[in-house]
């Protein structure tokens, strides 16, 4: 992997790109080595993973109480997950944003619903909406998922406000939990939370397992003058640390 990225460097600077970022798949095993020069490797926190390879007994076995009681409930007042009816794309639509403005995310995150139909025309047989039914036929919850190399990875989701109590959500991961299992993937990636940090959204996530797995980032700088010379030009001054944000002389976009 360093010979790879001491290429990636070097092929970088021969066509004048002064720096590269590079995201680590959480579940792929990771690498033991050290940083090539001018890398700094940045750890954002723990994310939650479903292993689709052990047995439903091992599942329940991590699965808390609370959740089995929740996923029950909803199944016994004949709540369906639909699954790939992209008919329902535009409430989909609805209620993540109502969801994205209830937990004041931040505006980053409220997509618009063009970006979703660019999502599936890029992705697509790559991606899948699960959508969770009441009786009435009305969403009171639905999510994105890809679906790729065995990987099935939880994207965006939403829910409707009406619905809350019932926790909609949690019957639709339970429910692609088994529908990965039965389809071949080996691991269900659920995330973190909100920036890395072991939040609400994390804990919600942990109910469904015990396994963990580290996200890290990579952030070479392959010219460092052109690279503070662009820091000054965009920030008014050099900075010899890389923040979080990187690369630096891009925050002010």
């Not at 700094?40 to 076995?61: C, M, N, P, R, Y």
């Not at 609370?66 to 329902?88: F, P, Q, T």
């Not at 995330?191 to 890290?216: C, P």
């Amino acid at each position: 992997m360093n010979d790879f990225l001491h290429q990636a460097a070097k092929v970088a600077q021969d066509n004048d790109v002064i720096s590269l970022f590079l995201r680590w798949h959480p579940v792929w095993p990771r690498l033991s080595r050290r940083a090539i020069a001018n890398e700094k490797i940045v750890d954002h926190g723990q994310t939650v993973f479903v292993d689709l390879t052990e047995s439903i007994e091992e599942w329940h076995a991590q699965t808390r109480n609370e959740l089995r009681y929740s996923v029950r409930r909803l199944g016994k007042l004949d709540y369906e997950v639909a699954i790939d009816d992209w008919s329902m794309l535009p409430e989909f639509h609805r209620v993540y944003q109502a969801t994205m403005g209830r937990v004041g995310a931040n505006s980053r995150y409220c997509y618009c619903l063009d970006y979703i139909y660019g999502l599936r025309e890029a992705w697509g047989e790559c991606l899948h909406l699960a959508s969770v039914v009441s009786p009435e036929g009305e969403i009171a919850a639905a999510a994105l998922f890809s679906e790729c190399h065995g990987i099935l990875q939880y994207h965006l989701s939403g829910s409707d406000e009406k619905y809350l109590r019932l926790a909609p959500t949690k019957f639709l991961l339970d429910h692609m939990r088994y529908w990965g299992k039965e389809r071949g993937d080996k691991v269900f990636h659920l995330g973190g939370g909100v920036d890395g940090q072991e939040d609400s959204l994390f804990a919600f996530k942990a109910a469904f397992s015990k396994h963990r797995s580290s996200f890290q980032t990579s952030r070479i700088i392959t010219d460092r003058n052109r690279y503070e010379q662009a820091m000054i030009a965009s920030c008014g001054k050099p900075s010899h640390s890389q923040e979080m944000f990187f690369p630096t002389y891009r925050k002010a976009a």
